[in-house]
């Protein structure tokens, strides 16, 4: 791709149109560097397209997970692509920025060579005016975050070498704060959840117990909380390692958490116990729920260094009004626990009220 190496026509030939420019670029460099990803999707949308005289523009963000861009926000009347998967075997535009972290500048998207387009990959072809566009890839340390489209230059043939100035301008700048965002978010998910799991830690569990009690009182309902033991972890540790005790963990966890709805809470509530947050939830529906967990993870041993290990988990659970105090709830449970224990181990056993202060 051929980028000209002049400065923009307005900064060389007009200075006052430079200054003028410069008026209207500051004030939106200033609303993109923040963590609102809205405030920065306004900007990529609406003023960046006017600076430049785009008529379309569309932002995507890239779910480096599942190799997907989504679309954020678009201006298009017409229909665009909300999902692009980064795994197509004839990649489209913004999967080539993506990939080469470089813009991409079509000022004929017929004749366009390098790179070559072809048409199954215009199927919205026919909705735009003109031919040309830019395809921005958003990058920070080096990592690409989101792509930027703009499309359909109403003045001219195709950007010019002040527009390109521009746009790489504002692709730096979006990518830096998307990629704030992004870091953001993954330090407030450390923050509450268990690194080992994924699941929500001590802390953060007892946060969502307040909650859930909260919204009881409020709306009525009653609340079960499941806890749950790892049987013999230590002799596990002992006979495999610790690491081997890890994957019994977080393979526990993982079972623990199919076996619930999206509305529960799974937490990690120590080494080798969890917590379960089921609200609304009767005292029978909990139980056909710890017995599901029970027979998940016996039925599913794990292996270490090809040798198969036997897993079970001992489940105690209760059900409690919306007055009850947090800790006299996981007190409560874990009495049940205690209880599934010294019954032998992988089982259920309910917390009964007239064993309450024993």
């Not at 909260?214 to 749950?228: N, T």
Request: aromatic fraction near 6%; glycine fraction near 6%; charged fraction near 25%.
């Amino acid at each position: 791709m051929h980028r000209s190496n002049k400065s923009s026509e307005s900064t060389v030939n007009n200075p006052d149109s430079s200054i003028s420019l410069l008026e209207q670029v500051t004030p939106l460099a200033r609303q993109i560097n923040c963590l609102d990803i809205e405030r920065i999707a306004d900007v990529c949308i609406k003023n960046i397209p006017n600076l430049v005289r785009a008529r379309f523009a569309s932002l995507y963000i890239l779910d480096e997970t599942n190799n997907i861009l989504h679309l954020h926000k678009h201006n298009h009347p017409f229909l665009i692509n909300k999902i692009v998967s980064l795994n197509q075997t004839q990649p489209s535009l913004m999967i080539m920025a993506v990939r080469s972290k470089e813009l991409i500048l079509v000022g004929d998207i017929n004749t366009h060579k390098k790179p070559l387009i072809r048409k199954s990959q215009r199927g919205f072809a026919e909705n735009y005016r003109t031919n040309n566009c830019a395809v921005v890839p958003l990058i920070c340390q080096d990592r690409v975050v989101g792509v930027l489209n703009l499309a359909d230059k109403k003045e001219g043939d195709c950007f010019n070498s002040g527009d390109i100035a521009l746009i790489e301008l504002f692709g730096q700048l979006v990518g830096a704060s998307i990629g704030n965002i992004k870091l953001f978010e993954k330090i407030q998910r450390q923050a509450t959840t268990d690194g080992l799991t994924g699941l929500v830690n001590h802390k953060t569990f007892y946060e969502i117990l307040e909650k859930e009690l909260w919204r009881s009182r409020r709306y009525g309902g009653q609340i079960s909380l499941i806890m749950v033991d790892v049987d013999n972890l230590k002799k596990i540790n002992d006979a495999y390692g610790h690491r081997a005790g890890d994957k019994v963990i977080r393979e526990i966890s993982r079972r623990i958490k199919e076996c619930i709805r999206q509305i529960d809470t799974a937490a990690r509530y120590g080494g080798d116990e969890f917590a379960v947050i089921l609200p609304n939830t009767l005292l029978s529906d909990a139980s056909v729920v710890a017995q599901r967990m029970v027979d998940a993870v016996a039925n599913s041993p794990t292996t270490w260094n090809k040798e198969q290990i036997a897993l079970s988990i001992s489940v105690g659970l209760g059900q409690y009004d919306a007055d009850t105090n947090p800790e006299d709830i996981t007190s409560r449970s874990d009495q049940a626990l205690y209880t599934a224990k010294q019954a032998g181990k992988n089982t259920v056993r309910i917390f009964e009220p007239a064993n309450d202060g024993r």
